[in-house]
């Protein structure tokens, strides 16, 4: 035997139901609070601070990179040309 029950009612008449507390209020002021936090963040926000935050580790993040393809294709010093392999012998 299967019973189906369809219910329908708004979550706040669900909450008053199984007895859940109403925490909109809360909800409400926490947003409102995060919300003046990230305006207080963004308008911090120096582009010069972020620039030099930010850019030397992404520099040395691509100067990786390249480090670990010319390791990869065999050749330890890319700059180095072939002809001067060749006379170091």
Known sequence: MKVK???????QEA?????LPNV???????M?????RMRENINSLDPDVMLKT???????????????FWEQMGMNNPMQSTDSKNTKK
């Open 24 to 30: 909109e209020p809360m909800q409400d002021a926490l």
């Open 32 to 36: 409102k609070e995060l919300e003046e």
């Open 5 to 11: 029950f369809d219910i329908e009612c708004t979550p």
């Open 15 to 19: 909450r008053q139901f199984f007895g």
């Open 54 to 68: 930010w850019l030397p580790a992404t520099i040395e993040g691509w100067g990786q990179v390249q480090k670990m």
